[in-house]
């Protein structure tokens, strides 16, 4: 029995072979993620610490983990995830899970320049003109930051909203909106005099017979400043000049011309590409409209000109480039002053018609009738203060009339125009819809029937060119020598204007500087008939100077 028992002993079955676990380590994880093993079982933690899932393996066998579903607001990293089993448990599978960083920036717009934006507690960021930003410094979600406008920039008045929060991923809400604001000190003077080397000059042509690419004579109308070009008609000459950028020092060559062949020249032409004294300039930052007054219409170029001669794609007041007739009807023009793009809208100031003329959309054929007249009762009534249409001048001016307008800015729903020898402005605080329709208010005199010039802070002697921001009004006040500046926008008949260029105060009318004398300087203007904004740089066209400055806003 000892035997068989004995034999029987021998036959027990092998033990099981050894089973093993796959497992590892987190750390640094602040949420919930969920770990998966070959496709197969999921563990979901959210500590720390050491972790094993629950499937066995044999020796040898191989695995992978990976990152299903990974915490919130972590970026997590694994090491050691894949391998084979080899006699022992695996425990060496790493996640590391770090927070992660959030960018805080924003958005510009209306910034011609550069301002400063301060994080509270961290960097100051310099924004250069309008577009987007990012501050370097990165955030964990959570933080709680503030941001603040250092100062306001040079010309513009900015406005930062959603400056303040709390950060939960990246911050694209910081918004900047600026618009221009100008502050200039009463009789300041200005930075750059063209058309002259320098501010006591004032000669035409710089006393040359023939103009060259840094001389002037008489410039006249507003300049435009749009895509990096500055245009400044210059009348005497029959030709536009152009300037590459804002020119950093005086007396500075034009780059290219239009109306002539070359930056001598200097015939009149009624050809397409010719010109004759034009005067008022316009852009809607896309198109250039000029007002060649002497040839009875407006110039249209679709794309801002960027080199010499380039031919105009579109004119108004006239069939076609060949004729150059004044006439009083819905598409004539004579002499024509100014004219302003804005919101798809064509206004021009009908000078010698005594009328302004409106497109409510840009025209697409030449010589389209406008849609609009203002200052007369019909398209075919043209005397100047002629309220009821009869072709006889009134002695008296209206709310309705206008005599010799030279200027006209619009921005598409309000509507300014230099009423030139009624000696004021009118003003329209909703764009007119009706033909005659009746200004709203009036500047440069107390009411609608008085039209007596006079130099003081709430009247005008021939006002020609004016611009605006929306809220500031400038106007070029010519036979007072001197440009008026209203810090908001009026808002009474007869408001007076807050500052003066180009005079001491508001009772003064001198040509020169000292007051005693004819010869100019960098404070002084002679019969200005231009005035426009290039935020923070104001830009005058002083006509009798012949030359133009530009002003930099404090």
């Not at 720390?48 to 915490?71: D, K, R």
């Not at 709680?144 to 100062?151: C, N, R």
Request: with cysteine.
């Amino acid at each position: 029995m000892a035997v068989l028992l004995g034999a029987c002993g021998d036959d027990d079955p092998p033990s099981p072979a050894p089973k093993f676990h796959v497992g590892g380590t987190i750390t640094g994880l602040t949420a919930s993620l969920t770990l998966q093993l070959n496709g197969s079982e999921r563990l979901t933690r959210s500590a720390n610490g050491a972790f094993t899932f629950q499937t066995e393996f044999e020796n040898q066998s191989s695995y992978t983990v990976a990152l299903t579903t990974p915490p919130d607001d972590q970026e997590c990293t694994l090491q050691n995830a894949s391998g084979q089993v080899n006699g022992a448990d695996v425990t060496n599978v790493q996640v590391t899970c770090v927070q992660n960083t959030h960018s805080l920036g924003g958005t510009v717009t209306g910034l011609n320049g550069s301002l400063q934006l301060r994080l509270e507690g961290g960097e100051t960021l310099t924004v250069n003109g309008s577009g987007p930003f990012t501050f370097k410094a990165q955030f964990t979600s959570g933080h709680i930051y503030a941001v603040s406008l250092v100062a306001q920039p040079k010309g513009h008045r900015c406005t930062l909203t959603n400056g303040n929060g709390t950060v939960s991923g990246d911050v694209t809400a910081l918004a900047v909106q600026c618009s221009p604001e100008f502050r200039f000190d009463t009789f300041a003077s200005a930075i750059r005099v063209l058309g002259q080397s320098d501010f006591t000059l004032g000669a035409t042509n710089q006393g040359e017979f023939t103009p060259s690419a840094t001389t002037m004579d008489g410039p006249a109308g507003n300049a435009v400043f749009q895509g990096g070009k500055l245009y400044v008609s210059d009348v005497g000459s029959n030709r536009i000049l152009g300037f590459d950028g804002l020119p950093s020092e005086n007396g500075a060559s034009a780059s290219f011309v239009l109306g002539q062949p070359d930056l001598t020249s200097a015939t009149a032409s009624t050809a397409r590409g010719g010109l004759s004294g034009p005067y008022g300039l316009s852009s809607d930052g896309t198109r250039l409209a000029v007002a060649d007054a002497s040839n009875n219409r407006i110039l249209l170029h679709q794309a801002l000109p960027t080199g010499t001669a380039p031919l105009p794609d579109l004119v108004l007041g006239q069939e076609g480039f060949d004729t150059a007739n004044g006439a009083c009807t819905a598409s004539g023009l004579q002499a024509p002053g100014a004219v302003s793009l804005a919101q798809g809208k064509v206004v021009v100031a009908d000078t010698f018609q005594h009328r302004v003329l409106i497109w409510n959309t840009v025209p697409t054929i030449n010589g389209a009738p406008a849609n609009l007249v203002l200052g007369q009762t019909s398209f075919t009534s043209c005397a100047g203060n002629d309220p009821n249409g009869d072709g006889t001048p009134d002695g008296t001016a209206t709310a309705s009339t206008l005599f010799f307008p030279e200027g006209v800015w619009t921005d598409g729903t309000r509507l300014a125009v230099s009423d030139s020898s009624n000696n004021r402005v009118l003003i329209w605080n909703q764009f007119p819809t009706t033909n005659g329709q009746p200004a709203d208010l009036v500047i440069g005199q107390p009411d609608f029937t008085s039209r007596t010039a006079a130099t003081t802070s709430s009247r005008m002697n021939s006002p020609t060119g004016l611009s605006a921001t929306g809220q500031q009004l400038f106007v070029a006040d010519t036979e007072n020598s001197r440009v008026l500046l209203w810090n908001a926008w009026p808002t009474a008949n007869g408001q007076p204007a807050n500052t003066v260029l180009g005079q001491p105060d508001f009772i003064s009318r001198n040509r020169g500087d000292p007051s005693s004398g004819t010869r100019p300087s960098g404070r002084s203007l002679y019969q200005p008939r231009g005035v426009s904004l290039a935020a923070p740089h104001v830009v005058v066209t002083d006509t009798d100077n012949n030359r133009v400055l530009v002003f930099e806003s404090q």
